[in-house]
């Protein structure tokens, strides 16, 4: 087996708990330096005059320091910078934290933060509070939770551990529990357990059932309901894209809050916190791969404070 090597360290600190980019410069090139590749590779994303205001303020890294502007271009080397950090609103609820030792860090995450940077959401995610609140510049993520749904997610300390506790979800060791509002339905017949074919493609928003072997299953329990809403216990056996949201529809009772599931809703406004997915990662357990422990680890969060919702499918305030 090839084994994995750990990437140079960068010779930068991070930046409000984010890494700088590192990129590799490619092995052929007719570039007579640094500059003239990172204007070439960077585009229209960042204009030449923002990169030489970078180069001059000393912001462009080499493996031994700073790099001028016109710093000899050399294949298979590295060159380091931190990015324009995009403008963010800030998500306005905490992260909670339910355990840490000197391997794992486990929160509650609220609902419309982000796990990790992605796209538009960078400063605004958990990785990079917590990095940065916490003074954990090697924190890592074991597993990912959806930007929109709230509850426990498991961070690794330990860089040399960080293979470890991913490797467990990836080979679908951890037990996870997740709970969910959202219309009651005396006719459905619960509990049960749903399986088909999911597949998203890149672009799209929603992921679709597809004909052919089922690659998603999930067991779905009623646990109360009152006022035609109903509380439900999801348990998924599987890990595909919006699994648990795609069969909740499938079953005619999408997740309350739900923006994608019956119908692509229009993006909600910058800063509109007033409609949550009714989905909650409730609990994780498995047993640790480093100490061989049995771990449990629950979320303290409520889906709602109400049973009535508003006006229109999506409910009030996250509980």
């Given amino acids: 087996m090839r084994r994995r090597t750990r990437p140079p360290i960068p010779p930068l600190p991070q930046r409000r708990g984010v890494d700088p980019v590192r990129v590799r410069l490619p092995g052929t090139g007719t570039w007579a330096t640094v500059r ?3 204007v070439d590779r960077l585009g229209a994303a960042v204009p030449p005059e923002r990169v030489d205001a970078m180069f001059a303020a000393g912001e462009v890294h ?8 016109d710093a000899a271009y050399r294949p298979g080397g590295h060159v380091w910078f931190h990015r324009e950090l995009p403008a963010e609103v800030p998500v306005p609820f905490g992260i909670e934290v339910l355990h840490r030792d000197d391997r794992l860090l486990v ?7 982000a796990t990790m940077p992605r796209g538009v959401h960078v400063v605004e995610t958990a990785l990079s509070r917590l990095r940065h609140d916490l003074a954990l510049p090697e924190l890592s ?11 426990v997610v498991m961070f690794v300390i330990r860089p040399e551990l960080r293979g470890a506790y991913q490797t467990i979800f990836r080979d679908r060791l951890v037990r996870k529990e997740y709970e969910a509002v959202a219309r009651h339905d005396p006719a459905l017949a619960l509990p049960r357990t749903v399986e088909s074919r999911i597949v998203k493609e890149r672009g799209e928003m929603a992921a679709r059932e597809v004909p052919g072997e089922p690659n998603a299953r999930s067991h779905v ?14 348990r998924p056996e599987t890990g595909r894209t919006h699994q648990l949201r795609v069969h909740m529809n499938a ?7 739900d923006p994608v599931y019956p119908h692509v809703l229009p993006p909600f406004a910058p800063g509109d916190f007033t409609r949550p997915l009714r989905l909650l990662a409730r609990v994780l357990e498995f047993d640790d791969p480093v100490t061989g422990d049995r771990r449990r680890f629950e979320s303290r969060r409520t889906l709602f404070t109400r049973w009535q919702p508003g006006p229109g499918a999506p409910d009030g305030a996250p509980g």
């Fill in 251 to 257: 079953l005619g009772v999408p997740i309350l809050g």
């Fill in 221 to 234: 329990e009623l646990l109360e309901h009152r006022d035609g809403l109903a509380r439900y216990r999801l």
């Fill in 62 to 69: 080499g493996s031994d320091g700073p790099l001028e502007p």
């Fill in 36 to 38: 003239d590749h990172l």
């Fill in 141 to 151: 993520p074991a597993h990912r939770l959806d930007r929109l749904t709230a509850g």
């Fill in 107 to 113: 929160v509650d995450k609220p609902h419309f933060l």
